[in-house]
């Protein structure tokens, strides 16, 4: 059997068992809540393992390990150790928290959390604007997997990327989070598997130093904790600060903070978190290929491709099938969780705005969910198109990144104040949010300094910005009671 065909029944097997998933999610879902976040009966690490599968993505498997390639120890570090710990620590932070005043306020998705925390409309309607950014990484996900699976299925990446898509987009309208929750957690184990092999492949010669003999010859700079000479790795502000940073934030997408809600109640939390914490380590150790990678295919691949010519160069035609399974599943699982995302958005967010303005049926939420989904799954097909043929600061991930970064730029100030603090007031949210919008947008647009074509770094101006305009409207408003309390004492 050919590579071709035995790649093309591989992936037929796993269309037809996702499918399966997917209806039987569909037999289960009954109303917008229900698609939204499921029937809260599912085990708390069977959620942490989906949890993980959107964590991850592709982008750990194929475009990050690209951009180590390229950069180094310094990526590997930024990625995998700051990154990381931020993530970690975002979880443990706001898990439970977002469940505990999810709950009360019986929100559903993130525009409906802050909008509800927050009672604005202003905030809700902002909110899943911006959320409207996740279609970047849905891209991202996409032309990876088209670069990947094409060269494998002897099909064209374009024709790849509509097909996927359309796939993603049906399995999501059909099942719901119901389905989600069961196709996540079954590709978090396939990728798992995945996960140790690619690690495996390259580790003798991480343990007898020859690959870091082959990194030193290329070019000495590749073994810094900085590299100077990269595009997003040059000091330590880039490499710790934002990552840390960027990582703990990330934690604040609608498909991320939102899987808590699927729990039953809180004392499934810490069961879902060491789930996810354990199988989230594994996944970033995947990092290391691309510094297996750099000894035996040439420095000047693109940051997309580099994964993929290894993989085809490194492992037998039969492995490369298995592996392109593995991929498979990190992309669907996360864009899956994306989509499932955007479609509860429109039932839930916009669909209120749309029957104030035409007097349509309430009933009609979750059609209107899922026509919102269809339109999203045709913007993502137009925007992979334009990337395959021209990738954004040479790689998907950089336009992936300006997207969703801007999302939890804007996120992050409303959602760790509604959950920590119960006496900021709601105009001094709506300031601070615009604060890190307009930061984000500002220092992108106008290039501020020499680190403004990084998006972790606009992240982090927006948030720091955020946080500082948070507090002088806090301090302003303290500061007026208390001359209003004293002037009639004074009087």
Same mark, same amino acid.
């Given at each position: 059997? +050919?590579?071709?065909?035995?790649?093309?029944?591989?992936?037929?097997?796993?269309?037809?068992?996702?499918?399966?998933?997917?209806?039987?999610?569909?037999?289960?879902?009954?109303?917008?809540?229900?698609?939204?976040? $499921?029937?809260?009966?599912?085990?708390?690490?069977?959620?942490?393992?989906?949890?993980?599968?959107?964590?991850?993505?592709?982008?750990?498997?194929?475009?990050?390990?690209?951009?180590?390639?390229?950069?180094?120890?310094?990526?590997?570090?930024?990625?995998?150790?700051?990154?990381?710990?931020?993530?970690?620590?975002?979880?443990?932070?706001?898990? *439970?928290?977002?469940?505990?005043?999810?709950?009360?306020? *019986?929100?559903?998705?993130?525009?409906?959390?802050?909008?509800?925390?927050?009672?604005?409309?202003?905030?809700?309607?902002?909110?899943?604007?911006?959320?409207?950014?996740?279609?970047?990484?849905?891209?991202?996900?996409?032309?990876?997997?088209?670069?990947?699976?094409?060269?494998?299925?002897?099909?064209?990446?374009?024709?790849?990327?509509?097909?996927?898509?359309?796939?993603?987009?049906?399995?999501?309208?059909?099942?719901?989070?119901?389905?989600?929750?069961? &196709?996540?957690?079954?590709?978090?184990?396939? /990728?798992?598997?995945?996960?140790?092999?690619?690690?495996?492949?390259?580790?003798?010669?991480?343990?007898?130093?020859?690959?870091?003999?082959?990194? =030193?010859?290329?070019?000495?700079?590749?073994?810094?904790?900085?590299?100077?000479?990269?595009?997003?790795?040059?000091?330590?502000?880039?490499?710790?600060?934002?990552?840390?940073?960027?990582?703990?934030?990330?934690?604040?997408?609608?498909?991320?903070?939102?899987?808590?809600?699927?729990? =039953?109640?809180?004392?499934?939390? =810490?069961?879902?978190?060491?789930?996810?914490?354990?199988?989230? &380590?594994?996944?970033?150790?995947?990092?290391?290929?691309?510094?297996?990678?750099?000894?035996?295919?040439? *420095?000047?691949?693109?940051?997309?491709?580099?994964?993929?010519?290894?993989?085809? /160069?490194?492992?037998?035609?039969?492995?490369?099938?298995?592996?392109?399974?593995?991929?498979?599943?990190? $992309?669907?699982?996360?864009?899956? $969780?994306?989509?499932?995302?955007?479609? +509860? /958005?429109?039932?839930?967010?916009?669909?209120?705005?749309?029957?104030?303005?035409?007097?349509?049926?309430?009933?009609?939420?979750?059609?209107?969910?899922?026509?919102?989904?269809?339109?999203?799954?045709?913007?993502?097909?137009?925007?992979?198109?334009?990337?395959?043929?021209?990738?954004?600061?040479? +790689?998907?991930?950089?336009?992936?990144?300006?997207?969703?970064?801007?999302?939890?730029?804007?996120?992050?100030?409303?959602?760790?104040?509604?959950?920590?603090?119960?006496?900021?007031?709601?105009? +001094?949210?709506?300031? *601070?949010?615009?604060?890190?919008?307009?930061?984000?947008?500002?220092?992108?647009?106008?290039?501020?300094?020499?680190?403004?074509?990084?998006?972790?770094?606009?992240?982090?101006?927006?948030?720091?910005?955020?946080?500082?305009?948070?507090?002088?409207?806090?301090?302003? =408003?303290?500061?007026?009671?208390?001359?209003?309390?004293?002037?009639?004492?004074?009087?």
């Amino acid at each position: 059997m +050919s590579p071709s065909v035995l790649a093309w029944a591989v992936v037929l097997i796993y269309v037809a068992l996702i499918g399966g998933l997917a209806i039987r999610g569909a037999l289960r879902t009954t109303d917008t809540d229900s698609y939204a976040v $499921g029937n809260r009966d599912l085990p708390a690490a069977l959620v942490g393992l989906a949890l993980t599968a959107q964590l991850t993505s592709v982008a750990t498997f194929v475009i990050n390990p690209g951009l180590v390639f390229h950069s180094g120890i310094s990526a590997l570090v930024g990625y995998g150790l700051a990154a990381g710990l931020g993530i970690v620590l975002g979880l443990i932070v706001f898990s *439970a928290r977002f469940r505990s005043v999810g709950s009360r306020v *019986a929100a559903l998705t993130l525009p409906q959390w802050i909008g509800a925390r927050w009672d604005s409309s202003l905030l809700r309607g902002t909110f899943a604007t911006l959320s409207l950014g996740l279609v970047a990484y849905a891209v991202l996900i996409v032309v990876a997997l088209s670069l990947v699976l094409g060269n494998l299925l002897s099909v064209p990446p374009a024709a790849v990327a509509t097909a996927l898509t359309v796939f993603a987009v049906a399995t999501v309208a059909l099942g719901g989070a119901n389905g989600h929750a069961w &196709t996540g957690a079954a590709q978090a184990v396939v /990728m798992l598997g995945v996960a140790v092999l690619l690690i495996g492949k390259g580790l003798p010669s991480l343990l007898d130093g020859s690959a870091v003999a082959g990194l =030193r010859a290329a070019d000495p700079a590749l073994l810094g904790l900085t590299n100077p000479g990269s595009h997003y790795f040059r000091n330590l502000f880039e490499v710790l600060a934002c990552n840390f940073v960027v990582g703990g934030a990330l934690v604040c997408q609608p498909h991320i903070v939102s899987k808590v809600l699927f729990l =039953r109640d809180d004392s499934q939390v =810490r069961s879902y978190l060491l789930t996810a914490v354990l199988a989230g &380590t594994v996944f970033l150790g995947v990092l290391v290929t691309g510094l297996y990678a750099r000894s035996i295919i040439p *420095a000047d691949t693109r940051i997309d491709l580099v994964i993929p010519t290894w993989i085809a /160069m490194a492992f037998s035609p039969g492995m490369q099938v298995v592996i392109a399974v593995g991929l498979l599943c990190a $992309g669907l699982s996360t864009l899956e $969780g994306i989509l499932l995302a955007l479609g +509860s /958005m429109f039932s839930i967010d916009v669909h209120p705005a749309w029957r104030k303005l035409t007097g349509a049926s309430e009933q009609g939420a979750l059609r209107f969910g899922r026509i919102g989904l269809a339109l999203v799954g045709l913007a993502t097909i137009a925007l992979a198109q334009r990337q395959l043929a021209n990738p954004a600061g040479g +790689s998907v991930a950089i336009f992936a990144q300006y997207g969703v970064y801007l999302l939890f730029t804007g996120a992050f100030v409303p959602l760790a104040a509604g959950m920590f603090s119960k006496h900021v007031s709601r105009g +001094s949210v709506t300031v *601070a949010t615009l604060a890190s919008i307009g930061t984000y947008l500002a220092a992108a647009t106008w290039h501020w300094t020499a680190l403004s074509n990084n998006p972790a770094v606009l992240a982090t101006f927006g948030m720091g910005a955020g946080w500082t305009a948070l507090a002088a409207c806090e301090g302003l =408003r303290r500061l007026s009671n208390k001359t209003a309390a004293a002037e009639p004492a004074a009087g």
